[in-house]
């Protein structure tokens, strides 16, 4: 009851900005539909359309539910803080499961088809971005979910699990780009230049997913839209402050 009492009422503005940001992700997950079903054949596994699996996974897992991902912390602001760590880290899983899948399945049509795989600047950037969301998925795990971390481990590293998680976010949409552009230039070549209708949709694409990219970080990096610290963990902080200052609570 008390902590309910103390809850934190969310910033006026702050619903709003959520709900656009999740209106323009959906928006890019549907338009990559319709940009691959109008122009591309739609999706497959076990034929040429097993390509388009590619880039629908990345989008949606790599960017929309990573960008939702880092969100958490913004939209559950009174909830249990292990309840919203859980959250986090399960839809960073999910993200990871669906990217997984998008990269079998580029791989796998590259082999059937005797493509070279890992020679474009977005293959390159794309194995990075992949390799990094793994170890920061790994060692955000091992700081905040497995209970050895420490109190102390955990606050050192916070700011650059923060700092990497938005470099990482960035770099996926980055990446998205690249790879829309490509995959513009091997299709349309110099028709691009023309304003055929798959480039046109395409662009369309391209600023809906840096207009997502926009809105989840301006709200993350909005200082009074942080979550507040609750009860438990602000006692925690006083504790380690005291251990290892030798302040006392009634100090501050």
Request: proline fraction near 4%; include cysteine; aromatic fraction near 14%.
């Amino acid at each position: 009851m008390e902590s309910r009492a103390s809850a934190a009422p969310a910033p006026r503005a702050l619903p709003y900005y959520v709900a656009f940001s999740q209106l323009l992700g959906l928006t890019v997950v549907a338009t990559t539909g319709a940009w691959l079903g109008l122009y591309r054949g739609g999706i497959a596994w076990e034929s040429a359309l097993q390509f388009n699996v590619h880039p629908l996974c990345m989008v949606i897992g790599l960017v929309f539910l990573q960008g939702d991902a880092l969100l958490v912390y913004r939209v559950f602001r009174n909830e249990a803080k292990r309840t919203t760590k859980v959250l986090h880290g399960l839809l960073h899983v999910f993200a990871f499961i669906i990217a997984l899948v998008g990269l079998v399945a580029v791989f796998d049509y590259h082999r059937k088809n005797g493509y070279a795989d890992l020679y474009s600047l977005h293959s390159w950037c794309g194995i990075l971005v992949f390799v990094l969301y793994f170890v920061q998925w790994l060692v955000g795990f091992s700081f905040f979910l497995f209970p050895g971390a420490s109190f102390s481990l955990r606050s050192r590293y916070r700011p650059q699990h923060i700092f990497f998680g938005a470099t990482i976010f960035l770099l996926s949409l980055g990446t998205a780009l690249l790879g829309l552009k490509e995959a513009l230039l091997f299709k349309l070549g110099t028709k691009y230049s023309t304003f055929e209708p798959e480039g046109v949709l395409a662009n369309v694409l391209g600023l809906l997913l840096a207009s997502f990219g926009v809105a989840v970080l301006y709200i993350l990096t909005r200082g009074d839209w942080k979550r507040p610290p609750q009860a438990e963990e602000q006692a925690l902080s006083m504790d380690f402050k005291t251990l290892t200052e030798g302040d006392s609570p009634s100090s501050q």
